[in-house]
């Protein structure tokens, strides 16, 4: 009896034993990917914006069906939708993943890069699904088939989307937000028009160095558009304590980031609403941009560099480079583009390589009561 169960039993391990994965069914090598792009059209990521996002989009033919706040002159559009054509012959877009959502500071999107003639060009991608990074790894290079979906401007930021209408009334100034904009790619969608070119490598990504001064100084919408959602590095620069405001910036407190929408952490409550937080870095010049956070990123409630349950006068103690991805947000066409629309998201604290002069890297202290 024993000898038959023990048989019984080696037959279901051998049973259940999984087959090995076929590396060659996840991942194109680049001749395959080739033959694919052969039989349609490979844009570069630039070419692809300009060839098919228009200044007010042609998904509606009524603009002031976009939100409200979309524009103010009828020339600018802060929220536009285009829907390219589904077509017989594939137009492919390909580009390396320059972001992950582990940290929980990217939400649905992500970001990739693509090198030309050794300039960076970028785009925002907005997927459906909370953990696309599992999928789409940092590093990984990946062929999109576009035709059939859209590009979008949410905020003035280009994205590959599909159309999404917004009806939520309880939002603050919800009069002003409903209406059409970009919206999210169901993920069975994504995955079905995007295939993975060799193996994730995040040696090849490329950082960009940029000054403060180069990015905040752009202010025609159009250029924006050109730089956001680029991987940069700012070097040499350190976290002030402060946050913007609507007329300048404000000293963090040292509240309850629970109940205190400005205390000295990455990102407090935002009391439900879910705006990013900025909190304010600063160069050798005086030039200043804002590191964006969400309040649900696992780091939110971490002091930001130089700050503890004292204040934030250590902060400038803390110098060094930040990497992170490059934004132009500006949701409301009443104001006019400023230099505080300006943004940098970081993936995770390992994006904050700031030291003190003994050459200490900053300590990572979280909130406790």
């Known amino acids: 009896m024993k000898k038959i169960i023990y048989i019984a039993f080696v037959a279901l391990c051998v049973a259940c034993t999984p087959n090995p994965v076929d590396e060659s069914k996840l991942f194109l090598t680049e001749d395959q990917a080739s033959e694919l792009i052969g039989q349609g059209t490979l844009l570069t990521l630039q070419e692809f914006k300009d060839t098919y996002m228009t200044e007010k989009g042609n998904f509606l033919s009524d603009t002031t069906l976009y939100r409200t706040r979309a524009t103010k002159n009828g020339v600018d559009y802060l929220f536009s939708i285009d829907t390219i054509p589904a077509s017989e012959s594939p137009v492919y877009i390909r580009g390396r993943v320059t972001t992950d959502d582990y940290a929980g500071n990217f939400y649905k999107a992500m970001c990739i890069q693509q090198i030309v003639d ?97 990015f905040t100084s752009v202010l025609n919408l159009q250029e924006t558009r050109k730089l956001d959602a680029k991987l940069v590095r700012i070097k040499d620069v350190h976290y002030t304590g402060y946050y913007f405001t609507t007329s300048g910036t404000a000293k963090c407190t040292t509240g309850n980031p629970e109940d205190d929408t400005n205390a000295n952490v990455f990102a407090p409550t935002t009391e439900n609403i879910g705006y990013p937080q900025s909190r304010v870095i600063e160069d050798a ?80 202290i979280e909130y406790t009561k």
């Not at 909370?130 to 576009?146: A, D, M």
């Not at 969608?189 to 193996?199: E, S």
């Not at 250590?314 to 009443?334: E, H, K, M, P, T």
């Open 118 to 214: 050794g300039e960076q060009q970028a785009l925002r991608l907005s997927v459906d699904a909370g953990s696309v990074g599992g999928l789409y790894q940092i590093g990984q290079e990946i062929l999109i088939r576009v035709d059939g979906l859209a590009i979008g401007r949410y905020a003035n930021q280009p994205q590959l989307c599909m159309p999404s209408y917004n009806n939520y009334i309880y939002a603050n100034n919800a009069e002003q937000k409903i209406g059409w904009a970009p919206g999210r790619i169901p993920m069975a969608i994504f995955n079905a028009r995007t295939q993975c070119i060799g193996k994730p490598d995040v040696s090849k990504l490329v950082y960009e160095e940029m000054t403060i001064k180069e």
């Open 285 to 364: 010049d005086g030039n200043k941009t804002a590191i964006s956070s969400s309040e649900y990123a696992k780091f939110a409630h971490f002091y930001i560099p130089g700050a503890d349950k004292n204040g934030v006068t250590n902060c400038a103690n803390y110098v060094g480079d930040v990497v992170g991805i490059l934004g132009f947000y500006s949701d409301n066409a009443r104001y006019d583009p400023a230099y505080d629309d300006w943004s940098i998201t970081i993936r995770s604290l390992d994006d904050l390589q700031l030291y003190d002069d003994e050459g200490n890297l900053w300590p990572r």
